[in-house]
């Protein structure tokens, strides 16, 4: 990608490799809840992982002007952490959710990978973008 996407270009993108990446996440987490009879915060877990997978091959190929300054292993390195920290939100918000606010696990989802979502933008446009 070259370096004068705007940051209107990189929300749009964002959101659809979000969308995309949601709907692995949302799907793998079901599937792995409804058939597989895992807990769904195991579930929730393990759906998330297989996101960020997704999501971090397609935010240095497309969204992101990543710099080049770092190797792409210190690249992907960055981006788990952030991500560990995004799953980390995503699972204490789910747990309240869920347990303590009683809300169906499904819609819960939605709402943790909202916010998760802007925590992520933010978080990969500093770190990633930036070579910090």
């Known amino acids: 990608m070259d370096n004068k996407t705007t940051l209107m270009q990189q929300i749009i993108r964002f959101a659809f ?8 996440d949302y799907g793998v987490m079901i599937f792995l ?5 895992l807990n769904y915060l195991i579930s929730s877990a393990i759906s998330f992982t297989v996101s960020v997978i997704f999501n971090y091959i397609m935010s240095v190929k497309w969204v992101f002007n990543v710099s080049g300054e770092r190797s792409q292993t ?7 952490v952030l991500s560990v920290i995004g799953l980390g ?11 303590k606010f009683h809300i169906f696990y499904m819609i819960s989802k939605i709402g943790a990978t909202a916010i998760v979502m802007v925590y ?9 973008e930036n070579g910090k």
Do not use: C, H, P, Y
């Open 33 to 37: 809840t409804e058939v597989g009879g």
């Open 120 to 128: 992520n933008f933010i978080t990969r446009k500093i770190f990633l």
């Open 89 to 99: 939100i995503n699972s204490l918000i789910m747990w309240i959710a869920v347990d």
């Open 74 to 80: 210190q690249d992907f390195a960055v981006f788990i």
């Open 17 to 24: 490799v979000g969308g995309g990446a949601f709907v692995i």
